[in-house]
Each structure stands twice: as structure tokens, then as C-alpha cells.
């Protein structure tokens, strides 16, 4: 038996990710925590950004735990909750269901996530966004 061959995110992948987040932030003179988890949802790499409130250290490990999780940026979660389908709250484990989280694709595989909070959920977005684009290529 052959067992498939599985894409994983590198520590020097998630600090060029981790960069991209970092500078459009600077950018943008916004104060985030931004978070990077493997496709298990493990802590890779976290930073809280100078200013940022210790609140939103939790908040960005959920949001890419449930990015990574469902495979789908938690946008489309919240508007699901908002939309008024608030049983999904009661699903168990680490997670926020708020924008802010994006799964992290290579070559059509998701290796993990990166979760950002701190500002407005749609700037977050943006924040997290950046990451993503260094791992897509």
C-alpha cells in the first residue's frame, strides 16, 4: 500500500506569510493580532502587533481555526450565523465564527490558516488576505 503524499505548511512559509500580514497592517497603521495555524489548526506562528489588545489573541487563533477547519474564509460563517442560522454557534471546539480567517491553499491543498483581529472584521480580512497570497503564489 502506497499512502498519498500530503502538502504541509512550513515554518519559513508562515513567516513569509506572517510578513505580508504584517506590512499591509503597518500600512495601514492597523493594531492586529494575527495568527497562523497548520491544517490541524496548531498555533504555527502568532504576533500581536504593537497596540493591539491582548482580547484579540484568542479571537484570531478561532477565527483561523475555523478558517482552516470548514476550508472556507469565515466571511461566509459569519454571514451564515447572521443569516440566521445561530445553531452553528453550538458547535464545539476553538473557534470564532467572525471574518477574519482565511484557509491557506497551495497547488489546490489546504496547509493551514491564518486568523487576524484586532479592527474593523473586514480590514481584518484584508490583514489575512495578504498572508494568503504569499502561499497561493
Request: aromatic share 4%; glycine share 12%.
Amino acid at each position: 500500500m502506497e499512502l498519498p503524499l500530503k502538502k504541509t505548511l512550513s515554518l519559513e512559509a508562515a513567516r513569509a506569510a506572517m510578513a505580508a500580514c504584517e506590512a499591509t497592517a503597518a500600512k495601514n497603521g492597523w493594531k492586529v493580532v494575527i495568527a497562523i495555524v497548520d491544517d490541524g489548526g496548531h498555533a504555527v506562528l502568532l504576533q500581536r502587533l504593537d497596540g493591539a489588545q491582548w482580547s484579540s489573541i484568542e479571537t484570531a487563533l478561532g477565527k483561523a481555526r475555523a478558517a482552516v477547519a470548514w476550508k472556507r474564509p469565515t466571511r461566509i460563517l459569519e454571514e451564515m450565523v447572521n443569516g440566521g442560522r445561530s445553531a452553528f454557534l453550538s458547535v464545539p471546539g476553538p473557534f470564532a465564527m467572525l471574518q477574519g480567517g482565511v484557509p491557506l491553499e497551495s497547488e489546490g491543498a489546504i496547509v493551514g490558516a491564518i486568523g487576524v483581529s484586532g479592527v474593523k472584521a473586514s480590514d481584518d480580512e484584508i490583514v489575512a488576505m495578504a498572508g494568503a497570497a504569499v502561499i497561493a503564489g
